[in-house]
């Protein structure tokens, strides 16, 4: 991720980018500037990121949750086991992260012309549109998609619409608990966070690259594909990544209008973990999950070059 | 309005009891202090909604000067989840079958009885079953069924057995409760296994049955509201259920009917711990007292529509549809009721995770 997130202008970077002498912030480089700054943020991400991932880690070597809990153990490989025997945990992670990445790219898709028009036609009144797009953040995740349950629901907006234009008799059951209305409630979460780095990365975009274009000739389709697209990639990109990761591991969507078989592999972390009281076991199935996410964001790194895309 | 007059009343008479106590200069024991007078804290570690003072309020009436904080836990799980993490709440609230593993890892202070004044008036069948190798180690609190809720209107031969949950005939109707252990019991009343002896086969037998089931299966509920909104809704028709929610439903008018399953019905108990190790033992005592008193248990039977371990509110039932809920007109009710047993921690590893590979099976 590291790479991604070094997507923000350099300007602000510290040490090698930077020129050298003492501008940027008035005098980053001195240490006690530096630690004044950056001393918070990484106590904070040691002791509430860095600390518990490690925990988790040590307690996937648990035999069971038996006697005191930081009490030192004897490292097992009983959980990893006993999880390479469970075939249908790892079809469903495997199945998860297809559905995260199905997600992704309609998410992304669907936010780019959406960033797009804010970023390079809306023109003056584009703070207005963004305040609109960034409306739903004002309502927590949950509340939007319980409105996708009155939606779908077998007496919802969708069907009590259909129905009163008479296309069906009976309420279509199809609409909601199963792993479609988990996909597409999924998507219409995401497209406004995942149009937000796209827009970023379009407002970079030096406008005289356009006008100059336009005065040799290229017609706005072209314009597009040999400016606003490659130079916008690295936002599409960092948006990508933003929806990706947490889908693989979501769980609430599921649990609320996924029904009895549209549960993903975060469902059985958090099953395991909150039903069962067997954190050994669910701290292996999340450890799991982790390294998958990383081998398979590196085999992407790998595909798209990242680093050539930030350069 | 009301809480803020009453805490301002209650700010009011803490400084005059401050002002007396000084007064007074002190020195007296504790013992000796009368209970209007009595200061210090408690935490409890308790289910959403039993927080409100309704079910604690003759322990307020009586002791308005301590402060009863609350923690909230989602599940017995969450909650035994958290004392095994050290929760420092001097009193939590499990249920039973999730009972044996706060004694077997020492989370839990056995009940002196004798100090409980409302003890006398819970029957001995419920004391029993807070007793964990012959000691009191829990008070029996809140009770009720668990059985098949269905509506009437569109199920309307009935239903007469726990089989009706995994009947392809409801497909698409049916709504189970979001739980492991309580997925094994109903097999095993249906097979008529021995509940506290699962084997191996028969729990993966279980698990083909509950996968085939998910088919069948509208959603797991995981709270009653989801429940209660399902089955008024029209799209679940029957669901395993608490009678909370039956009581809820008939109250609404929803032609509804919870099953005598010929199998018996399942009951449930919950129980009061105290914290091993707590400093407030004694006043955690004087809690419990009062939780079994009889306007704490009135609230509990008229608002939640459970029953209570004192068995004075249970006899002053009088309003019908509460009857009907605790089935307490049918004499053979509570005999061919099956009290759910205490899981080991075998038991609970093995039957949460054959309910975790339900969801997660092809």
Redo the contacts between chains.
Sequence with gaps: MSSVESSSPKSTGFGGGAPKGRRGLGGLDRPATFWFIYLPPLLWLGAFFVLPVLLMAAFSFRP????D?FQPWIPTLDQYA?VAD?T??L??LGISALTALGIALAAVILAYPLAYFLALRAGPRAGFYLILLLVPFWTSFLLRVMAWKIML???GVVNSFLIYIGLIEEPL?ALI?NRTAVVLTLIYVWIPFAALPILAALQRIDNSLFEAAADLGARPYHQFMRIALPLSLPGVVASFFMVFIPTIGEYATP?LV????G?L?G??IQ?????????P?GSALSMIMLAATLILVALAVRLVDLRRLFE | MKSKHRSYLGGVLLIVVLVLSACSGGGAPAADVPPGELTGSLTVLDWAGYDAPDFWIDFQNTYPNVTVNFEIGASDADIYGKMKAGDQADIFHPYTGWLQFYVDEGLVEEIDTSKLSNWDKVPDSFKAIGQIDGKQYFIPWDWGFSSILYRTDKIPEGVDSWAALLDPKYAGHISMWDDGPAAVTVSTYIHGYDETAVTDEQLAAIKDEWIAQRDLNLFYWAGEPELVEGMKSGDVWLAYAWQGAYALLLGEGVPVAYANPKEGRNSWVGVYGIRKGTENYDLALKFLDAKLGEATGNNVVNLFYYGHSNQDVMNGITDETLKQAFSIDDPNILETTNFTPNLTAEQRDAWTAMWAEVKAAP
């Design positions: 069971d949750m038996r006697g809990l006993s469970t249908s945990y079809r469903l629901g077998s007496d059951t608990y649990l996924g029904g009895s078989r549960f592999y469902n059985i099953d395991v973990f909150t039903k069962a009281v067997n954190w076991l």
